[in-house]
Structures are given as C-alpha cells and as structure tokens.
C-alpha cells in the first residue's frame, strides 16, 4: 500500500499560491490479509505521508516568511 499527500500553502485572502510541500509513504503486511490488518496498515501508510509532508513544511514556511 502506498499513500502521497500534497498540501498548498496560500496567502489570504487572495488564495494566492505561495508554496506546496509533499509526503509520501509505503508499506507491506506480508501475508497477513484480514480486514482490520489492513485497515491498520492503510492507517499507518497516511499517517506516514502526512508525517513525511508536515517535516518538510517547517523549511518550507521559513522560506516564506523571509
């Protein structure tokens, strides 16, 4: 299973696009196949990608702000 996230940040409010950062996330539950294992790992794989997009957002809002 694998998950990307993109997130915009705006200037308001104009909606004027400023900057945008991504996540990305991949993950396996070898054999294991029922329902709630895989709700799990799906939950997981998210979680990872918007972990990974939110770590890259703080350079990108100082950036911003100079």
């Known amino acids: 299973i694998?998950?990307?996230v993109d997130m915009s940040i705006?200037?308001?409010p104009?909606?004027?696009l400023k900057?945008?950062?991504s996540g990305n996330a991949s993950g396996s539950n070898g054999a294991?196949?029922?329902n709630q294992a895989l709700q799990e790992l799906q939950n997981r794989?998210?979680?990872g990608a918007v972990e990974s997009a939110m770590g890259s957002m703080g350079a990108e809002l100082a950036a911003l702000s100079k």
């Open 32 to 34: 294991r196949t029922s």
């Open 10 to 12: 705006r200037k308001l």
């Open 45 to 47: 794989v998210v979680g």
């Open 14 to 16: 104009q909606q004027t």
């Open 19 to 21: 900057g945008t950062v």
């Open 2 to 4: 694998s998950a990307k």
